[in-house]
């Protein structure tokens, strides 16, 4: 390579002979500020790459605390749950062993309820805004009862607030009243859960549920009408169907309301004697009055 003012030679020789080439000092600084420029390219670069990598691990470590703490609030919110539970399982326990609001005035309730003539249209209208019936519709197996019970899952003893039915994954589950869908998803120990809210402060729960839900939150629903189907989720040993009644939240025993209808129509009002029946009834029957 030979150097010349201003200029640079460059001579390359192979078998053939040689040959040169004259590059001016313009295009070898040109030459030399690319070089530069690639060079400093490259540096930031890999900068920018380790940095990206550096924010990359910060968010993952965040997305990991946020996680510990999510799975943290969702834990207490289970507890807080099954405190709850045991709460409302003692209060039903204490009230049955001490017989509050019980049958205190039993007799004096029923006859003045039964002082109220029904018409047919009275009584039919009575039955599907209060929940009554077998939510299975006959295909479930009763297999536990409302009440104190060893929990098969937890293994100590616990108020059971409803009722199950051993029954297959996915046989249906119906609703046993009319009311709106309160909710329907996730629910700590119920798993999959359907709850319906009705009128003049009942509700109805359905746990254990597959994750096909045929309605939404929102829904009304009439008495009969496809809610739900049964499954195995939650603290479950077994496919069923967990059934409660509720009375503005508190749990009653449901098998007074599934085995009430026309022919027994006056002993709900004796075993369930902590709800204003008399009030209740009177309202139901005047609404119908104004309805016809």
């Known amino acids: 390579m030979g150097l010349h003012k201003n200029r640079f030679m460059i001579t390359i020789t192979d078998l053939n002979g040689s040959r040169n080439f004259v590059l001016s000092q313009v295009v070898k600084n ?3 500020y690319v070089l530069m420029f690639f060079i400093m390219l490259i540096v930031l670069t890999v900068l920018y790459v380790n940095y990206l990598k550096d924010i990359s691990k910060e968010l993952t470590s965040v997305q990991e605390t946020l996680q510990e703490e999510n799975n943290a609030l969702i834990e207490a919110k289970k507890q ?16 049955e062993q001490f017989n509050i609001d019980g049958n205190v005035s039993e007799w004096d309730l029923t006859k003045r309820i039964q002082s109220v003539a029904l018409t047919g249209a009275q009584e039919r209208f009575i039955f599907t ?3 009554n019936g077998d939510p299975t519709n006959g295909q479930g197996r009763f297999t536990s009862s409302y009440g104190s019970r060893m929990h098969p899952v937890l293994k100590y003893m616990q108020f059971h607030t409803g009722t199950d039915y051993a029954m297959p994954i996915g046989s249906p589950v119906y609703a046993t009243a009319d009311g709106v869908i309160q909710s329907t998803g996730k629910t700590a120990g119920y798993g999959n859960m359907v709850e319906i809210r009705h ?3 009942f509700s109805t729960r359905y746990g254990h549920l597959t994750a096909k839900f045929p ?3 929102g829904d009304f629903v009439k008495k009969g009408d496809l809610v739900a189907y049964s499954g195995n989720s939650g603290r479950s040993t077994g496919p069923h169907l967990h059934y409660e009644v509720r009375f503005v939240q508190k749990p009653l025993n449901p098998v007074n309301f599934i085995n009430w209808d026309s022919t027994n129509y006056n002993e709900i ?7 204003q029946w008399q009030s209740l009834i009177n309202l139901l029957t005047t609404q119908t009055d104004k309805a016809q």
């Open 215 to 217: 309605v939404k939150v």
């Open 199 to 201: 009128n003049y402060g």
């Open 80 to 95: 807080s749950q099954m405190e709850l539970e045991a709460i409302e399982g003692k209060i039903s326990e204490l009230e």
């Open 30 to 32: 040109f030459a030399m």
């Open 129 to 131: 805004q209060i929940p």
């Open 269 to 275: 009002f004796q075993k369930e004697g902590a709800i």
